[in-house]
């Protein structure tokens, strides 16, 4: 008998919609509440190039008024539901969700539908929304880590569509016209870019309701992005950006206090074999507070206040880093213990209890996860758009559990080797001395 529940887990019931929608239904009989979304499954990284940012503009737009409504009568009639409401855009997908009790799912699906099938784009209020996403631009510029992980990805990414920000810039935000609007709508909320995901109090009839929203919403993607293809970028930065004075070295300048800084390489895709052992690597190194590098670079000298690695996993690129920020003067030695720490665990190896006290993080985060609805209605569509397939978290467990030292000693010699990190940087030409008063 298996005493596990998350290997007893039902796979969402999965139907393609007359069109090429993908419907995909969790029931949680504890939940009380319903979650749906509708999932695009381009991003920013399939637009191209003098379309930057129209993908994330379009998440705005829908929400500025249907053929029916005025973006008030839209915010105001959800509010009016009870409902939680939500929009994002990535490289690799938008998304559009709600969240609400079961007794006003149907007109919350019903006005959902609406705006985002029926948009307006009307011509004042598509120069409004420019001047509000200019605004956000412009905010991301002067907010220094977001400035930093822009230009970072840029340089490890080179030519790649993935390096362009998800926002666009100003210039080709301003040339969002209400046709060049309304015809890149056509295509990228056509049936088959649509996945549409629900979790939660599923009653009678739900399912048949977003059918009846969604299907027969026909059209062709076409060759979005097409004009730009992905280019193959080298396994190491030590290929890319040969012209540079230093291939190994990114520093912006800004009147700020502290440099922030990113320390990577290129990654892996989110398919390829390597991906569980970057992912467990990555906890290994910088994904909680007994993870080598926050213990050497906080706990031990007191270098950083904030330290982390992440990755970053595209559909055919992915980047790996070490991310945080410190006083200026101390960043050449943050740098040293970061390659130390790299160079410790390529040389030394990794012992079973921590490779084993990585994984029981990993897969308790994973478990954790099945008992949130937005979770759960979130796992569903990713995995459609990533993978085309549920994939079970036994599956994932089981390979976590498969992963051995030695993997992860490779994955650190190839991702993380010590000579070959682009070291970037953004924070003050000369270090600011700040009074007392203000040292808190």
């Known amino acids: 008998m298996n005493l596990d529940p998350y290997r007893n887990e039902t796979p969402p019931r999965r ?27 381009t991003g920013s990284q399939d637009e191209p190039h003098r379309l930057g940012g129209i993908s994330h503009f379009l998440e705005h737009m829908v929400f500025k008024g249907s053929a029916k409504r005025s973006a008030f ?15 994002f855009t990535t490289k690799d997908m938008v998304a559009f969700t709600v969240k609400v009790l079961p007794e006003y799912f149907e007109p919350a699906v019903d006005l959902l539908a609406e705006m985002l099938l029926e948009p307006a784009f009307e011509p004042p ?23 930093l992980h822009d230009a970072f990805a840029e340089r490890l990414y080179g030519q790649h569509a993935r390096s362009r920000p998800i926002l666009g810039t100003q210039s080709s935000v301003r040339s969002f016209g209400s046709e060049v609007l309304r015809a890149e709508h056509a295509r990228l909320f056509s049936g088959p870019n649509l996945v549409i995901s629900m979790a939660g109090n599923i009653r009678a ?16 993607l076409g060759d979005f992005g097409a004009d730009e ?16 004075p230093d291939p190994y070295r990114l520093d912006l300048f800004s ?15 989110f398919d390829h074999p390597d991906r569980i052992p970057v992912f467990l690597l990555t906890n290994v190194l910088g994904g909680g507070m007994s993870s080598r590098v926050f213990q050497a670079v906080r706990e031990r000298e007191g270098l950083a206040y904030t330290v982390y690695t992440y990755n970053d996993m595209g559909r055919d690129i992915g980047l790996v880093s ?15 213990v970061i390659r130390m720490e790299y160079g410790r665990l390529i040389n030394g190896g990794l012992d079973e209890d921590e490779l084993a006290n990585n994984s029981a993080q990993i897969k308790s985060q994973l478990i954790f996860s099945l008992e949130g609805v937005v979770n ?26 498969s992963v051995q030292s030695e993997d992860i000693i490779r994955c650190a010699e190839t991702y993380y080797h010590p000579e070959a990190l682009l070291i970037a940087t953004h924070g003050p030409e000369t270090a600011v001395e700040l009074p007392d008063s203000e040292v808190e």
């Open 73 to 87: 009568a839209i915010a105001s009639t959800f509010d009016a539901l009870g409902a939680s409401v939500d929009a």
């Open 205 to 220: 009839g739900f399912e048949e309701k977003l059918a009846g929203a969604f299907a027969g919403r026909g059209g062709d």
């Open 376 to 401: 759960q209605m979130f796992r569903s569509a990713r995995n459609e758009i990533y993978y085309g397939r549920f994939v079970p978290v036994s599956e994932l467990v089981d390979l976590i559990d």
């Open 125 to 147: 209020l598509v120069e409004l929304e420019q001047e509000v996403v200019i605004e956000e631009i412009q905010e991301a510029l002067d907010t220094p880590e977001d400035r």
């Open 255 to 269: 009147p700020i206090i502290q440099t922030y800084f990113e320390i990577g390489n290129l990654g892996v895709p």
């Open 322 to 336: 070490c991310a945080g920020s410190c006083s200026p003067e101390k960043m050449d030695r943050i740098e040293d």
């Open 229 to 244: 293809p992905a280019s193959n970028p080298a396994a190491s930065i030590m290929d890319l950006n040969g012209e540079e």
């Open 15 to 41: 139907e393609v919609l007359p069109g090429g929608a993908v419907l995909l239904s969790t029931p949680m009989v504890t939940a009380h509440a319903v979650t749906f979304g509708v999932w695009l499954r």
